[in-house]
């Protein structure tokens, strides 16, 4: 038709915890682009919605407050919270938090009777199907870049990529990707007005204490010359060795 398209479907029976849809961030690693090897992180976000869920309709589908997950546009409600009581509370507990870790939005589904290994083993398999798609398209594309002698020359371990995959959980515990980034903000500080000016940031201590370990062991993972199944909060998810 000429004109650029963007495809989607909406999923109609999101997961919720308290009534609020959330989506996952969920980190992947990419190391040694000449053979990629892509690694899923342990460590990650969930990003809620700030007004009740409610099946969208003609009257409420424009309510982004409730069904839009992105951290982006919930930061600027009023109910928007991200707030621990002391600097000692760990952020990976169970709290009512806007913007939660991983972890701690687990422990608030499993004391809601929710299966979270299964929903840890839906997401891992939606991130792996994912890289197994991507990962030969990021190797040529690598492999085009770079002259023969460059290639043996070049250290082994150097070139990685941090991704964030954003994935959506329904009520039947089904992992749907909503997006790939390339370029995922690795940004830590909190900022709530529109236009930039006249609320001083703060450091988001989720962001700060998930992003961080993100990036440490993404570099220590990269640097090596062999890479293990499993290393730090990093766990082998798909590899181009794995279709030889």
């Excluded at 000692?88 to 004391?111: F, I, M, P, V």
């Amino acid at each position: 038709m000429g004109d650029d398209m963007i495809v989607q479907r909406y999923v109609p029976n999101p997961l919720t915890v308290d009534g609020l849809k959330f989506d996952l961030r969920i980190y992947v690693l990419v190391t040694n682009l000449e053979s990629p090897q892509a690694y899923i992180c342990q460590r990650g976000l969930a990003r809620f919605c700030t007004e009740e869920y409610k099946d969208p309709r003609a009257d409420n589908f424009k309510d982004f407050f409730r069904h839009l997950t992105n951290y982006s546009i919930n930061k600027h409600h009023e109910e928007y919270k991200e707030a621990y009581t002391s600097a000692e509370e760990s952020t990976t507990n169970a709290n009512d938090n806007s913007k939660r870790t991983l972890s701690s939005c687990l422990q608030s589904l499993a004391a809601n009777g929710v299966d979270v290994d299964l929903v840890m083993s839906n997401v891992e398999a939606t991130c792996k199907a994912a890289m197994e798609v991507w990962l030969p398209f990021m190797r040529q594309s690598f492999l085009g870049c770079q002259s023969e002698e460059g290639i043996k020359a070049a250290p082994v371990g150097k070139s990685f990529l941090i991704l964030g995959l954003d994935i959506l959980v329904d009520q039947d515990l089904k992992a749907w990707l909503l997006e790939v980034n390339d370029n995922p903000s690795l940004y830590i500080y909190l900022e709530k007005d529109f236009m930039g000016g006249g609320v001083p940031k703060e450091v988001s201590r989720v962001d700060l204490d998930v992003k961080g370990e993100v990036v440490a062991d993404a570099i220590e993972l990269a640097k090596r010359k062999s890479f293990p199944d499993q290393f730090k909060s990093y766990k082998r998810l798909a590899s181009m060795d794995d279709e030889d």
